[in-house]
């Protein structure tokens, strides 16, 4: 990502966007179940389908599960009800419809295989703050 890139997308943290407040309270969701290398990707200048993806991995297939029933419960606390999702039972890629924003759960070996995140490479990405990873932060950055 370029300096640009970030500038533009700190300078876009202050203004109040409810998808944005939708893919961090996943991310949030995500590392409460020690999601491993969790990216938020702006697509809303890139996508006519989604505004944010939200990409994390998980190591085993239970994890990969538990952070999708987590980001799964903390949405409908809010009222945020999941569009659709695919590949649960399986829990290799979990994928996440909320609409403007799509959760993609992978192990890792899969993640590294699709690599989403060169294929959007272009897309900005959204700076997760440090106090949602508490003391893990340098193990789960």
Not at 64 to 86: F, P
Request: glycine content about 4%.
């Amino acid at each position: 990502m370029t300096k640009e890139q970030v500038e533009t997308e700190t300078a876009q943290s202050n203004s109040t966007d409810p998808s944005r407040e939708k893919a961090l309270g996943c991310s949030r969701a995500a590392i409460e179940k020690k999601a491993e290398n969790i990216k938020i990707l702006n697509l809303t200048e890139l996508s006519s389908f989604t505004d944010y993806f939200v990409i994390c991995s998980g190591t085993s297939d239970r994890q990969v599960q538990a952070i999708a029933d987590s980001i799964e419960y903390t949405m409908s606390t809010l009222g945020i009800e999941v569009i659709s999702a695919e590949g649960y039972s399986e829990g290799r890629w979990i994928l996440m419809d909320f609409g403007d924003v799509v959760i993609h759960i992978f192990q890792e070996a899969l993640r590294e295989y699709y690599d989403l995140e060169s294929l959007w490479a272009d897309a900005p990405r959204v700076k997760i703050p440090a106090e949602y990873y508490g003391p893990a932060a340098s193990r789960l950055n």
